[in-house]
């Protein structure tokens, strides 16, 4: 759990007012998950006792929540606060709330358990899953925003730089994982949230989970971490070779960082996502790589490390000035050795804002 800044949470409440009334949504119900601490500066807690804000298209926003959290939660103006006893129904407070809606937009998130509760208590209602109308906000970051995953983004680069004058072989993946979610702390997150550290034939695997592997020369080390700055999160991948690397990782190298610059270069407002995956991929294509280019160019990120917009094959979202995401290209070949390299950028009013600066060469440690 993180302390979320002071945004204008009244502003972001009356935007998804005009979103609801424009496509006709009775009311937003938000749980579990991002798109609740985004309008409120709240995360709840992921338990069995229901908590959920309810907006109405037009009325109060509320925040139903168990009595005992009430003290967890920051008084707003842009919603009001409802507890609810031990041994209260949550959900008949919230269907009271939302009562004769036709149409709800439900957090994606929800757990099962109270979205079935809802849908007996109301039997009109239709319910929608509310990030189509939330990722309308949540993509386009405001310069706070940015300016959290600028830290975060910053932060990782310097637990990149120390990494470089560490020695890798001798010491197992589980044991640098635990070095760098320190390091991540140290340079300033509230908290690491993943770490994969993935050498020699594991590198061919992308999300890869640190083993008891000893390192050694010659391998091949990817290393993609990230944690959460102020609910904010960073993710940055960058590839070493302990010692040298064989002509052909250094020559295939070369080629994942020319298609992630051209990823990077691709990137204005109006260009669509396929074309910056496009983009990358070409390049990767074209060096006869493609078909070990296994995954999509990147991800939106924000108060979630995926979110839109996807810069994936297909999706010809127009990109707009202060959307966030990753550009990752990734060349495996299974049993023998893989690489990827990750920066979080921004699209800028005419070009690309780099969040991630790190040297992006293949560092060779020993
Ligand atoms: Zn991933
Ligand atoms: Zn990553
Ligand atoms: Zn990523």
Known sequence: MSRFPDFDYAARIAAIRGLMAETGCGALMLSVGADLPYFTGYEAMPLERLTMLVVPVDGDAVLVVPQLEVPRVERRDAFDIRAWDEGGDPVAIVAELASSTETVALGDTTWSTFLLGLQAAMPGTRFED???????????????????????????????????????????????????????????????????????????????????????????????????????????????????????????????????????????????????????????EEAGYGERFIHRTGHGIGLEGHEHPYIVEGNQLPLEAGMAFSIEPGIYLPGEWGMRLEDIVVCGDSGVDELNRSERHLRIVE
């Open 130 to 284: 509310a990030s189509l109308l939330t990722r309308e906000l949540r993509m386009r970051k405001e310069p706070e925003e940015i300016r959290f995953l600028r830290q975060a983004a910053e932060a990782t680069d310097r637990v990149v730089s120390r990494l470089e004058s560490m020695r890798f072989s001798g010491r197992s993946e589980a044991d640098l994982a635990t070095a760098i979610r320190s390091m991540t702390v140290e340079e300033g997150h509230d908290l690491a949230t993943f770490d994969i550290v993935a050498s020699g034939p594991n590198s061919a695997s992308p999300h890869h989970e640190p083993t008891e592997r000893e390192i050694e020369s010659g391998d091949i080390v990817v290393v993609d971490f990230g944690g959460r700055h102020r609910g904010y999160c960073s993710d940055t991948t960058r590839t070493f070779s302990v010692g040298e690397p064989t002509p052909e990782m250094a020559q295939a190298y070369d080629v994942l960082e020319a298609a992630q610059a051209a990823g990077r270069a691709a990137i204005a407002p109006g260009v669509t996502a396929t074309s910056v995956d496009e983009a990358t991929r070409l390049v990767i």
